[in-house]
T-cell receptor, first 115, second 112 residues
Framework: GAVVSQHPSRVICKSGTSVKIECRSL??????MFWYRQFPKQSLMLMAT?????????EQGVEKDKFLINHASLTLSTLTVTSAHPEDSSFYIC???????????FGPGTRLTVL | LAKTTQPISMDSYEGQEVNITCSHN???????ITWYQQFPSQGPRFIIQ?????VTNEVASLFIPADRKSSTLSLPRVSLSDTAVYYC?????????????WGLGTSLAVNP
């Protein structure tokens, strides 16, 4: 199956700093990528849909100025958590799917811990 | 988007067949049913997808009745490594907006 990578896999930062997470589709092109957040023992919550060449679409309740998404190419989307606070600590996961396939492929996730 | 309902948890033993049923009463005509597996601190992994009747691949089978208001994921002869959370999702994977709404999933524990 298709491969989606994320970097970094784990990051620890101080409160108030910004953190960038990269999501790459390694062997296919993705015009759309999805960003999720998952708290311990909970399900994945869709944050936003990243669209190549255009603005991201955010889900209700997700602050677009806090979670900046840039889909600069057909293989790369980035999520920047700006001015991170401890409550932003979570597991962030991206997904993408080839337009010719029905399934979504997920990255391995990024564990963010804000001190 | 259709809402799904699954059991919160299930227990099984190695070598047994496990069936996890998902209810999706409001499934739409264009919706497919997809199951994912997730291990702790990992991204979900696609297991199987279907639209109606029965679908089988190398790891699982998916049974979908004619009314499509439910589906059953069948895992043959589970092993300890099948201990994970299993998510049932419904949605249109072919549309321009292919986002999926995730429920709480079913936490499967396989015991020796």
């Amino acid at each position: 199956g298709a491969v989606v990578s994320q970097h970094p896999s784990r990051v620890i930062c101080k409160s108030g700093t910004s953190v960038k997470i990269e999501c790459r589709s390694l062997d296919f092109q993705a015009t759309t990528m999805f960003w999720y957040r998952q708290f311990p023992k909970q399900s994945l919550m869709l944050m936003a849909t990243s669209n190549e060449g255009s603005k991201a679409t955010y889900e209700q309740g997700v602050e677009k100025d806090k979670f900046l998404i840039n889909h600069a190419s057909l293989t790369l989307s980035t999520l920047t958590v700006t001015s991170a606070h401890p409550e932003d600590s979570s597991f962030y996961i991206c997904s993408a799917g080839p337009t010719s396939a029905n399934e979504q492929f997920f990255g391995p996730g990024t564990r963010l811990t804000v001190l | 988007l259709a809402k799904t309902t699954q059991p919160i948890s299930m227990d099984s033993y190695e070598g047994q067949e496990v069936n996890i049923t998902c209810s999706h009463n409001n499934i739409a005509t264009n919706d497919y049913i997809t199951w994912y597996q997730q291990f702790p601190s990992q991204g979900p992994r696609f297991i199987i997808q279907g639209y109606k009747t029965k679908v089988t691949n190398e790891v699982a089978s998916l049974f979908i009745p004619a009314d499509r208001k439910s589906s059953t994921l069948s895992l043959p002869r589970v092993s300890l490594s099948d201990t994970a959370v299993y998510y049932c999702l419904v949605g249109d994977p072919t549309g321009n907006n292919r986002k999926l709404i995730w429920g709480l999933g079913t936490s499967l524990a396989v015991n020796p």
